[in-house]
């Protein structure tokens, strides 16, 4: 190796050292603030796992102090009560009667990215791939089907070309693979933007039709897919994150309209008609709604200021009536179970 060679390796490996000496103290102080934080938190009201069983509210639990990150229940009948911790660490978790499924990162200097489904005891019953991190889980009613939306190569919403990566998995069979390789149509035309990302899927009930965003050329879309023929066709524009009601009869989405990048309004749709409503949620909402029951929805705010690592449920009428109303203290991502 030349002498110049030789500098130049010696140079790179220095700044690489720096580099990750940065990161590691980062990481030290951020944890370390964090464990700060949890220690002056007040106790957290938790109450037995038998809150597991009968209809119930799963989410990841974001109150300071114990169980911070953990996967949460609380009865349908007292969401504001005491909730029960399971002891998994998920970034984001949706659950149906018997199964969970959990998206989780191991933070360090390299962050790792995993896809768990969880038992009816939270024990680990199958893997997923996962490429990256955290962005929407769902699971059908039934928990046959299982949809994972992960950001790749450390993209997320706040970058204007992110990537996004969505698979969806028959539990006890096939994977459908990644969506963006089935048949996109577009009004009446198959299209192929080589810039299309796809995201947020919610199922129907025939475990066979379910509804996504799918963006291309700066626009967003609802659209309908269909797995056994492997196709998806959009029906709307201006529609990201869908949330499919129970009954089958209304999608609710967030849509940007003239606002600006990272503000999004809560609108439903109505797929027998194709009206359109507004939610009286009038804050930007970035998360996948849940359905509380056929007319209400739930979704997750973060707060602001020297709170924002806390984030709490909300609920808003589905049909444009009303005033939202919080529901759950210090939760995330939330799942009903019926």
Known sequence: MSPSLRRRVLAMVAVLVVCVGGSVAYLWRVDGDRREQAAAAPPVATASTTTMDGPRIVFRSTLLGTGYGEVAVVPLTEPRGPRALTGAQCERVYASDDRTLCLAADRGVV????ATVLGPGLEPVRELPLTGSASRARLSADGTLAATTAFVNGHGYSSSSFVTETLVTRLDGESYGNL???????EGEVVKPVDRNIWGVTFASDDDTFYVTVAWGGRTWLARGSLSTRRLATIRDDAECPSLSPDGETVVYKKRQDRPPGQWRLAAYTISTGAETLLAETRSV?????????????????RSGSESAISDIWAVPADGTGRPRLLVEGGWSPAVVR
């Open 180 to 186: 963006e390789d089935f048949t996109l149509v577009h």
């Open 111 to 114: 962050t790792t990215y995993s």
């Open 286 to 302: 970035d998360d996948q709604v849940e359905w509380l029951d056929d007319r209400t929805v739930l979704y997750g705010l973060a």
